[in-house]
């Protein structure tokens, strides 16, 4: 039996076949052969490099180009069901093929023995409540009800005797979410303000659902829990803890702190910080800003610092060197890569017994 297996997250950036158009993309051409075998490869590469042996994707349009990365990279199993059998593509009314998107999906050397998607947000947290005038009772929901990307929970056998709850997510980007009326003012700034805030507040409500969903799997039971996730902020972001829950008061009864811990993910940057002491985290660069966007978290079951863990989070690298800060390029014609605009985090999780 292995010693240890590597894991990662990888926002693939607009995986699709050549021939086939973006739907919704009037501007963005089909890939030419030459561009789309040289980004399948790369991306098999890489997990070939990285030996990973459990990935979540992100940006996926196509079943034929997964299809194609999972052979190349030596993966027996993938679970992207809204690709599946090319079911996103259809043909316009000039017979012009047009792919829907974009989509998650995971791979995995290991047996997937469960999955299914998750589009509506569990009840409990459907239309998020919050105060819309001066009296307490004046109440309004948010119409905020489904993730924009289903999200992907699944069930993996690591080992014989560990199965791990894994989900690839993928929550609504930073970009502006303007009104119809708004487009042709997309450059007042008032305008841009007002459409990042729709954004930040339907990640927002991505976020406690994901967070819903993952309490459910991680609460009361021995389970491991992965999370793969282009989360579209930064670690410190509140989304992002949203997802990952609140360390327990530090002088809370013991009793009390487990039931919080039993409820937690860790960032495996987090955790390769603690053991390094160092900071060279980032996935993705935008007007100079190098920003960490794409997570991979874990339950208790692989923290270092739990007496009772299966295995253990050993070290975390990240392969971004294709990144361009196109303020600081030697060539700044050559524009951002087309086999990726994110870095891809690979962890490396080492087996207790």
């Known amino acids: 039996m292995a010693k240890s297996f590597a894991i990662a997250t990888f926002n693939t950036l607009n995986l699709l076949h050549p021939g086939v158009f973006f739907a919704g993309r009037p501007n963005d051409k089909p890939y030419s052969t030459e561009v789309y075998d040289d980004k399948v490869e790369w991306i098999a590469r890489v997990l070939k490099e990285g030996n990973v042996s459990l990935a979540g994707l992100q940006e996926l349009f196509s079943a034929t180009a997964l299809n194609k990365v999972t052979t190349l990279a030596g993966f027996d199993h993938a679970y992207a069901p809204d690709i599946k059998d090319g079911k996103n593509i259809t043909s316009d009314a000039n017979d012009r093929k047009e792919a829907a998107g974009p989509f998650v999906g995971l ?41 924009q990307r289903p999200v992907i929970q699944a069930d993996v056998q690591l080992r014989d005797d560990v199965t791990a709850t894994v989900f690839v997510a993928h929550l609504k980007s930073k970009r502006p979410l303007l009104l119809e009326r708004e487009i042709a003012d997309e450059k007042n700034p008032i305008v841009t303000a007002a459409g990042s805030a729709r954004s930040l507040i339907v990640r927002a409500a991505e976020s406690i659902a994901l967070r819903k969903l993952i309490v459910d799997a991680t609460q009361n039971n021995q389970k491991p829990v992965i999370l793969f996730g282009d989360l579209n902020d930064d670690l410190s972001a509140v989304t992002t803890q949203i997802i990952a829950g609140e360390e327990p008061f530090r002088f809370a009864r013991l009793e009390e702190k487990k039931v919080e811990w039993d409820r937690l993910l860790y960032s495996v940057h987090d955790l390769e910080e603690q053991e390094s002491y160092r900071d060279v985290s980032y996935t993705h660069i935008f007007n100079g800003r190098y920003e960490l966007l794409d997570h991979i978290f874990v339950s208790q079951e692989f923290f270092h610092r739990n007496p009772d863990r299966i295995a253990t989070v050993r070290n975390t690298r990240i392969f971004n060197d294709h990144l361009q800060d196109e303020r600081r390029a030697v060539n700044p014609g050559r524009g951002p890569s087309r086999r990726s605009d994110h870095g891809i985090p690979v962890t490396e999780i080492e087996w207790q017994r």
Request: net charge neutral; no cysteine; aromatic share 8%.
């Open 107 to 147: 791979i995995s050397k290991y047996p997937i023995i469960a999955a299914r998607t998750v589009v509506e947000f569990p009840d409990e947290v459907k239309g998020i409540e919050i105060q819309g005038g001066e009296a307490a009772t004046d109440l309004k929901r948010l119409p905020v009800t489904r993730f």
